[in-house]
């Protein structure tokens, strides 16, 4: 036996990562009180994919579902990884936007309403382009209202990992959640390759790939704030433990000067090894920062 | 006056092993007992191989003599030229190099993979010419008949300072080759990843081997038998249900062998849940030819698996595998030992049944996995996926395939073809005619390369249901069974729902409600592993994936 993970136990796991956007978002929300807002039988759809020749779907591949977590209002919206990539168009966008917006007026209200993103995305829907880029400009300004009175929280689980401008909003968000199987990173590994050869990052080279960009990784880097097991119950027991945490102390966007005087003292004439980034860059060196 | 009729003619009969004699003399100054230093293998090869040979060059469908090919191209090409390559997958782009620098002229191949566009490329610029293009026993066979070499290059895990080898798990190809060019007076010239003291086990003999060479790194190999289990879909979960049900349960299908590819994965891993859901454990699936799939692995963990011979092993299966000796065959260092001609015998005489996909079919049941403007030969699929008129021996499966009621009858293979009816975007799977004829033709073949005879299949199994084309009654009948089941594709669209009905009603084809599998139960939590993770899981952690099947 090489790891102790694997075992009867993880065979009979209930995977996280094999349910679709509508399916993770319920499993998140405590039974019975989920409904989810502007479903697929309001046929709001992307009206600019058809031209395109890509048939649209009725939901635009985001899932927005209202609900309590752990006895909290919170709304969770989930990106389809399966529809275009889980990219980010105008209505995927707005919905995701709109969503928060409501969170943010309840909370403001006196109804403290967490947020849960489940990114499975690429980033902004090539077909859509700049609708796409100004939904997450958007978005970013949301989360940024939001989180100042309920948590933002965001999960990425596998497959698609999280990439492009929505890798910013993991970026602000109040926590991030990610499995092992997932990945997170400003720049695709295949668009890497693209832009600067193979010979910078090799995209099919996935030891490589998670190495850098994968939930392991993140976590012991403390970009991240829990390595969960591709695991339903693991998924939902960290989920509401952090909108239980509330907003944190100092969000990990505003730690400018810890993460400035990181990347300053690296030595970037020398190629480093991810595992060295993990000595040097502490879970724990991060949370003394926000001291 | 006697001698004279006969016509007896005086020559030398000892021209081969005078020239294999004349050849080692001017290497035998470099080399200490059959081992050749790394540095002089340019030289060596340049000196043992002579312009004209016939040379076997060890690419196998999985492991590879890199070594030896990456050097062969170095040989200066005014020195040696006009090779005859006989190979059986043509895997590396070195081996079509050798034909862009005219070291190597004709070759005789069964495999072209990865290679195949380069094959066509180089046919057509006449710098390649081909013999023939083989199933891989049919290439091994003519070593021994007409296509015996000068000179073979094959590679080995290890050799000791006498030229024992080990050739480790994938033992695939090494010992035919080796076999034919011993005992006839060819070179035998074996890159090895180490010299060691002591094998393991000895798989050749020093007295088959000429050459040993240490190579500058180990032997090339890839993971073919290795399917992420994610990369399942429920179109594909229906289909293998079907199979479990409507062809394994009702023939009692006891010994098998699974081509490779997602249709056959999911068989494999709905047998310890759908399988086991209707009490088939022990009564199907219970002996088999294949390499160690990682997605096997569930159904050995559950006790489905009796036997597993292999033609080669798996890269990261090794440890697995050398775990399981009840179930695979070990040598008594605890490894693997494949043989890929023995496997194949095995999978064409011993087992009552071969389920394969494809990827194109004709109203006939002739299929072919040949795409426009590749040359990609046949490997060991058509050996496996047809009937071999030699067997003789009875078992269940083949004597239920038997629709004659005569004082003389035979039984018959199981020959199952599972194929969606369209491949990806809206190309139909079923076709009028094949590419293969188009692609034979310009390239000049005798007849159109088939991978499988329509004759020799007894079902076809799509998503829309089952044809059993072995009880279909004429030709007519034959086609009007695989219509039904060939969806809207062009072959699909004559099908006539009233023809359909009766031939549902006479057993001649089913859909999943004929044989109690309802489609909406082909979910992707039947499966026993749905990932590679899982895989890891059921072996105990004993399954190593490489690299670039892990996502973690």
């Given amino acids: ?86 990219s980010m168009g105008e209505v995927s966008g707005e919905k995701m936007t709109a969503a928060l917006d409501l969170a943010y007026a309840d909370s403001k209200k006196g109804t403290p309403t967490s947020a849960v993103i489940l990114l499975e995305t690429g980033g902004v829907r090539l077909q859509e382009a700049n609708l796409g880029l100004a939904v997450i400009a958007e978005l970013l300004g949301s989360i940024l209202l939001l989180r100042k009175y309920a948590p933002v929280i965001c999960l990425s689980a596998g497959m698609v990992g999280c990439f492009g401008g929505m890798s910013l909003a993991a970026g602000l968000a109040s926590y991030v959640v990610m499995t092992r199987e997932a990945r997170l990173g400003l720049n695709g590994p295949e668009v890497i390759e693209q832009e600067n050869g193979i010979d910078e990052f090799d995209s099919s ?57 990181r990347i300053g003292a690296l030595d970037t004439s020398r190629q480093w090894d991810p595992k060295e980034l993990r000595t040097l860059w502490t879970a724990k060196s991060a949370t003394e920062g926000k001291q | 006056m006697a001698q004279q009729m006969l016509g007896r003619v005086t020559r030398s009969w000892t021209t081969r092993r005078d020239e294999k004699r004349r050849r080692m003399q001017l290497v035998q100054p470099w080399m200490k007992g059959p081992v050749l230093p790394t540095a002089r293998v340019i030289e060596a090869l340049g000196t043992l191989i002579v312009s004209g040979d016939s040379i076997v060059l060890e690419g196998d469908n999985q492991k590879q003599a890199d070594f030896l090919s990456r050097s062969l191209v170095k040989v200066d090409p005014g020195k040696l030229h006009d090779l005859h390559l006989i190979i059986s997958s043509i895997s590396r782009p070195e081996h079509l190099t050798l034909f862009e620098l005219r070291i190597a002229k004709k070759i005789d191949f069964s495999y072209a993979g990865p290679q195949s566009l380069r094959v066509s ?71 090895v990843n180490q010299i060691v003291d002591k094998l393991p086990r000895v798989d050749i003999p020093a007295s088959w081997v000429d050459v040993v060479v240490e190579a500058d790194s180990p032997f090339a190999i890839e993971p073919l038998f290795t399917r992420d289990p994610r990369h399942i879909d429920e179109l594909q979960i229906l289909i293998a249900m079907m199979v479990i049900r409507g062809i394994y349960e009702r023939h009692q299908v006891h010994s098998l062998n699974h081509g490779i590819g997602f249709d056959t994965a999911a068989i494999e891993l709905l047998l310890p849940t759908f399988g086991e859901s209707l009490g088939l454990r022990g009564k199907i699936c219970e002996h088999w030819t294949l390499n160690p799939h990682p997605t096997m692995i569930p159904a050995i963990e559950t006790g489905w698996v009796k036997s597993i011979h292999c033609f080669g092993s798996e890269v990261g299966m090794d440890k697995y595998v050398a775990a399981r000796p009840d179930i695979f065959f070990l040598g008594r260092d605890g490894s693997l030992r494949s043989n890929r001609v023995l496997c194949q015998l095995a999978g064409q005489y011993a087992v009552d049944g071969f389920t394969g996909s494809t990827l194109q079919m004709d109203a006939d049941a002739n299929s072919s996995t040949v795409t426009t403007g590749r040359l990609a030969g046949f490997g060991g699929a058509p050996n496996m996926g047809h009937d071999p008129h030699g067997r003789r021996h009875s078992s269940h499966a083949w004597l239920d395939l038997i629709t004659e009621n005569k004082p003389i009858v035979r039984g018959r293979k199981l020959v199952v073809q599972t194929v969606e009816t369209f491949q990806k975007g809206d190309v139909p799977a079923f076709v009028e005619t094949l590419d293969a004829v188009q692609v034979g033709k310009h390239a000049g073949m005798p007849i159109a390369p088939v991978m499988i005879y329509g004759d020799d299949v007894s079902h076809v199994v ?80 004993l399954y190593n994936p490489p690299a670039r099947f892990r996502s973690w």
């Fill in chain 1, 205 to 261: 080279d996935h030891a490589l790939v998670w190495a850098i960009d994968g939930g392991e990784q993140r976590f012991a880097t403390g970009l991240i704030d829990a390595l969960v097991e591709d695991d339903t119950p693991q998924v939902v027991e960290a989920i509401r433990r952090f909108v239980g945490e509330g907003v944190p102390t100092v969000h990990r966007s505003s730690q400018v000067t810890l993460y400035r005087s």
């Fill in chain 2, 462 to 541: 799509t998503e829309e249901g089952i044809a059993y084309l072995y009880k279909a009654e004429g030709q007519e009948e034959r086609r009007r069974a695989l219509a039904a089941v060939a969806g809207v594709s062009p072959v699909g669209r004559k099908a006539v729902a009233s023809e359909t009905e009766a031939l549902r009603k006479k057993g001649v084809v089913a859909y999943p409600e004929d044989i109690g599998v309802r489609r909406l139960d082909a979910k992707r939590s039947l499966l026993a592993a749905r990932s590679m993770e899982d895989l890891v899981a059921w072996s105990g952690g």
């Fill in chain 1, 1 to 86: 036996m090489t790891d102790k993970r694997y075992g009867a136990n993880f065979i009979h796991r209930q995977s996280f990562i094999e349910l679709d956007a509508r399916e993770r978002a319920t499993a998140l929300i405590d039974a019975g009180t989920s409904r989810e807002l502007l479903g697929p039988f309001e046929r709001v759809e992307s009206p600019w994919l058809a031209m395109q020749g890509v048939t649209p779907q009725e939901d635009d591949g985001c899932v927005v579902m209202k609900g309590k977590i752990a006895g909290q209002a919170a709304v969770v919206i989930a990106l389809e990884g399966a529809f275009q990539g889980g």
């Fill in chain 2, 121 to 191: 490329q180089l046919l057509e610029d006449g710098k390649l010419e081909i013999g023939a293009i083989h199933t891989y026993v049919e290439l091994y066979a003519r070593l021994l008949v007409d296509l015996i070499p000068n000179v073979v290059l094959v590679c080995a895990e290890q050799a000791d300072a006498e030229g024992n080898l080990y050739t480790g798990p994938n033992t695939e190809d090494t010992p035919v080759i080796v076999e034919a060019a011993a005992f006839h007076d060819a070179i035998v010239i074996v890159q």
